[in-house]
């Protein structure tokens, strides 16, 4: 167990619909990164929040949202979705805002859009 | 500018030789390159690091090897064993950028023979 926690482990779901992935840190870490990996794009950055705001972004699509909460945990809502969305959604946290901290990811959450 | 990219794409080797994977980038403000594993089922995990200050770091039988003016960095892994068979990612960030956003290669799965 890394420390971070990925919930759902697994999703499937139609196309067009909505949902949410939730990720808690682990315990003392403040910065989230959200990791899309797929077969054919490797590991791509969507977003980064480090104590609560967001820090940096990627090449994130506008259906795309995240939040960090006060409680650190945060959550990655999908919506509008499409075929192409079905990846491997990895959450990663850090003590601090840079990535020479280290990353601890999740185990992460598999989507499959049907 | 913001690719890393990583070569081979797999790799077979026996027990007890050297796996050797390489990586180039281009952008000459990136000044941390993780190395990250992945198993099966699993988030990657960061496995060793390096400055662009140092040409080798070693930590074990794992050794990253860098060449600033070449843009290039690769990870030696000595007296491989059949438990270092999964994927690896190479990785840079620049730290300066206020963000600890992470740009992955597109990952080499090792396969150790026994």
């Known amino acids: 167990d890394s420390g971070v926690t990925q919930t759902p482990k697994h999703l499937i779901t139609a196309t067009g619909q909505r949902v949410t992935l939730r990720c808690s840190p682990r315990?003392?870490?403040?910065?989230v990164y959200w990791y899309q990996q797929s077969l054919d794009q490797g590991l791509q950055f969507l977003i980064q929040?480090?104590?609560?705001?967001?820090?940096a972004k990627g090449n994130i699509l506008e259906r795309f949202s995240a939040q960090q909460f006060p409680d650190l945990h945060s959550e990655l809502n999908l919506s509008s979705l499409e075929l192409g969305d079905s990846a491997l959604y990895f959450c990663?946290?850090?003590?601090?805002?840079?990535?020479?901290?280290?990353?601890?990811f999740g185990s992460g959450t598999r989507l499959t859009v049907v | 500018q913001q690719q890393v990219k990583q070569s081979p794409q797999s790799l077979i080797v026996q027990k007890g030789g050297i796996s050797i994977i390489n990586c180039a980038y281009e952008n000459t403000a990136f000044d941390y390159f993780p190395w990250y594993q992945q198993f099966p089922g699993k988030g990657p995990a960061l496995l060793i690091a390096?400055?662009?200050?140092?040409s080798e770091k070693k930590e074990g039988r794992f050794t990253i090897s860098f060449n600033k003016s070449a843009k290039q960095f690769s990870l030696h892994i000595m007296d491989s064993q059949p438990g270092d068979s999964a994927t690896y990612f190479c990785a840079a960030s620049n730290d300066s950028s206020n963000t600890g956003k992470l740009i992955f290669g597109q990952g080499t799965t090792l396969q150790v023979k026994p």
């Open positions: 929040y480090y104590n609560g705001e967001e820090r």
């Open positions: 315990s003392g870490d403040l910065s």
């Open positions: 390096i400055r662009p200050d140092v």
């Open positions: 990663a946290s850090s003590v601090g805002d840079r990535a020479n901290y280290g990353y601890t």
